[in-house]
Nanobody, 122 residues
Framework: QVQLVESGGGLVQAGDSLRLSCAAS????????VGWFRQAPGKEREFASA????????YYSDSVKGRFTIPKESATNTVYLQMNSLKPEDTAVYYC???????????????WGQGTQVTVSS
C-alpha cells in the first residue's frame, strides 16, 4: 500500500507562487492516477488536478486551469502542484491521493496523505 506525504504549504500573498510536493513511499505504477484535492473550512473536498503516471496526461479543474500545473518526477516517485497567481479563494488544505482514473470525485481516490495548509492573504 503506497503512502503519500504532502509538503510545501505555507502563507503567501495574492499573486504569489507556491509548489507543493506529494512524495510516494513506493513506486507508482504507470496505470495509476495521482490527484490533488483541496478542502476549505466548511466545504467539501474538491478536485484541483490529476496526472496519469505513465502517460503523463494531466487534468485540471476550471478553477485552477491556466494557473496550476502538475509536474512529476519519476525517479523519486514525487508529484508536484505548481501554483501560480494564487488567489485568496485558493486557501485550503491540499491533499494528494491515488486513483485508477482521472475522476474529479474524491470517493474514487485512496491512500490519502495528511494534507498541507495553503493560506493566501489579500
Amino acid at each position: 500500500q503506497v503512502q503519500l506525504v504532502e509538503s510545501g504549504g505555507g502563507l503567501v500573498q495574492a499573486g504569489d507562487s507556491l509548489r507543493l510536493s506529494c512524495a510516494a513511499s513506493t513506486r507508482i505504477y504507470s496505470s495509476l492516477v495521482v490527484g490533488w484535492f483541496r478542502q476549505a473550512p466548511g466545504k467539501e473536498r474538491e478536485f484541483a488536478s490529476a496526472i496519469r503516471w505513465g502517460r503523463g496526461s494531466t487534468y485540471y479543474s476550471d478553477s485552477v486551469k491556466g494557473r496550476f500545473t502538475i509536474p512529476k518526477e519519476s525517479a523519486t516517485n514525487t508529484v508536484y502542484l505548481q501554483m501560480n497567481s494564487l488567489k485568496p479563494e485558493d486557501t485550503a488544505v491540499y491533499y494528494c491521493a491515488t486513483g485508477t482514473s482521472p475522476s474529479q470525485s474524491a470517493r474514487d481516490y485512496k491512500n490519502w496523505g495528511q494534507g498541507t495548509q495553503v493560506t493566501v492573504s489579500s
